[in-house]
Nanobody, 112 residues
């Protein structure tokens, strides 16, 4: 059973920042695209950002210029730095590896 271990969620005020981390097994991390998705109550899960094995990122329009995705291949870890958070960013955030494996999710709540 492949496990992606997420951390870093929590409660923050609007305008604040959080950093999410996700560690994957080395056997799958290096060769795969890593991504963050989120699901708000009553909404479908959506892609927030992903990053290729070579380090090329893509972002949803809603988070562009506020969020930064990065990866440390030596630590098998992907990060999501979230800045200028708004209540609309409130959701469960899921780490994904290769569009095949998922983390358990971490709650991010932004208060107004």
């Amino acid at each position: 059973q492949v496990q992606l271990v997420e951390s870093g969620g929590g409660l923050v005020q609007a305008g604040g920042s959080l950093r999410l981390s996700c560690t994957a097994p080395g056997t799958i991390f290096g060769a795969n695209v890593m991504g963050w998705h989120r699901q708000a109550p009553g909404k479908q899960r959506e892609l927030v950002a992903d990053i290729t094995s070579g380090g090329w990122p893509t972002y949803a329009d809603s988070v562009k210029d506020r969020f930064i995705i990065s990866r440390d291949n030596a630590k098998n870890t992907v990060y999501l730095q979230m800045n200028r958070l708004t209540p609309d960013d409130t959701a469960v955030y899921y780490c994904n590896c290769g569009y095949s494996w998922w983390g358990q999710g971490t709650q991010v709540t932004v208060s107004s």
